[in-house]
Nanobody, 124 residues
């Protein structure tokens, strides 16, 4: 089982940027897909983006396409979510998650390992 630890959340003004980090440990990551999800109060958990650890291919939800990027650092076993042009509707708890497999999915039911989450609040 993987361990995932998120960091980097906080309070930011609309239009500004924030970078989240997810440190992953517990297994060799070559066969894993790592994803970011978010959940706002009263709403379902929503997939944001995912990246294949080995190839670095990425996928984004329509709601963040063009504003968010995802990347990974082999040496640090870390996945980053760079969030630009933030909006109030991006406010949520952001979770990092992992699953074994190579096809892109943002269905949270298919992810087996989860971090504890980090709060992002976009407000003036």
């Amino acid at each position: 089982q993987l361990q995932l630890v998120e960091s980097g959340g906080g309070l930011v003004q609309p239009g500004r940027s924030l970078r989240l980090s997810c440190v992953v440990s517990g297994d060799t990551l070559g066969a894993y897909m790592i994803a970011w999800f978010r959940q706002a109060p009263g709403k379902e958990r929503e997939g944001v983006s995912c990246i294949s650890w080995s190839a670095g291919n990425t996928y984004f939800a329509d709601s963040v396409q063009g504003r968010f990027t995802i990347s990974r650092d082999y040496a640090k076993n870390t996945v980053y979510l760079q969030m630009n042009s933030l909006k109030s509707e991006d406010s949520a708890v952001y979770y990092c998650a992992a699953r074994k497999g190579y096809f892109f999915t943002l269905d949270p039911r298919l992810y087996t390992d989860w971090g504890q989450g980090t709060q992002v609040t976009v407000s003036s």
